[in-house]
T-cell receptor, first 113, second 114 residues
Framework: GNSVTQMEGPVTLSEEAFLTINCTYTATGYPSLFWYVQYPGEGLQLLLKATKADDKGSNKGFEATYRKETTSFHLEKGSVQVSDSAVYFCALNLQGGSEKLVFGKGMKLTVNP | GAVVSQHPSRVICKSGTSVKIECRSLDFQATTMFWYRQFPKQSLMLMATSNEGSKATYEQGVEKDKFLINHASLTLSTLTVTSAHPEDSSFYIC??????????FGPGTRLTVL
């Protein structure tokens, strides 16, 4: 089946620290990969995505590279800010199939000033 | 980005009653909407896919007679939890699809069944 495994938090960092959130996946086909972010009191928002191997998604200083050989899509940011405090979800769906998303458990990040 | 709203944001009800949750796409039309359920410290679990003008497609293990879904228009889908029980207490999230690989999520509804 299709599944997503990601780091479980919660994680607390100081401002300007480096962030990595690991995400690995299992899929029967060729998935598109996503990172969603949920800020306090808000709905999930798409942060970035990649649709094929070696693609790099980037947004707001965050990056993730689609690694087919390691079935991974790790999220990184070089210098986090207090405003990055949120819950981060890794997800996939199968290209050419339905639009159903399979999510990881989410990781809560708190950034302190 | 596109906006999806949910109403109510929180609801508390007595066991045995029914609760309706609305999901609206405010600035685009959505042929397909999705309903998810999220338990504490768990991932979002897809409950069903709601298609405008046709019956919803439920995921394995989801009781369709308990979780009634109606996609009455291109901007509105409703989830009704019938005869709610405490184990139905959860966070329910909808999303609306706009184009390929574009889902926009509502802020969620916290249901507490006493």
């Amino acid at each position: 089946g299709n599944s997503v495994t990601q780091m479980e938090g919660p994680v607390t960092l100081s401002e300007e620290a480096f962030l990595t959130i690991n995400c690995t996946y299992t899929a029967t086909g060729y998935p598109s990969l996503f990172w969603y972010v949920q800020y306090p009191g808000e709905g999930l928002q798409l942060l970035l995505k990649a649709t094929k191997a070696d693609d790099k998604g980037s947004n707001k200083g965050f990056e993730a590279t689609y690694r087919k050989e390691t079935t991974s899509f790790h999220l990184e940011k070089g210098s986090v800010q207090v405003s990055d405090s949120a819950v981060y979800f890794c997800a996939l769906n199968l290209q050419g199939g339905s639009e159903k998303l399979v999510f990881g458990k989410g990781m809560k990040l708190t950034v302190n000033p | 980005g596109a906006v999806v709203s949910q109403h109510p944001s929180r609801v508390i009800c007595k066991s045995g009653t029914s609760v309706k949750i609305e999901c609206r796409s405010l600035d685009f039309q959505a042929t397909t909407m999705f309903w998810y359920r999220q338990f504490p410290k768990q991932s979002l679990m897809l409950m069903a896919t709601s298609n405008e003008g046709s019956k919803a497609t439920y995921e394995q293990g989801v009781e369709k007679d308990k979780f009634l879904i109606n996609h009455a228009s291109l901007t509105l889908s409703t989830l009704t939890v019938t005869s709610a029980h405490p184990e139905d207490s959860s966070f329910y999230i909808c999303s609306a699809q706009r184009g390929y690989n574009e889902q926009f999520f509502g802020p969620g509804t916290r249901l507490t069944v006493l």
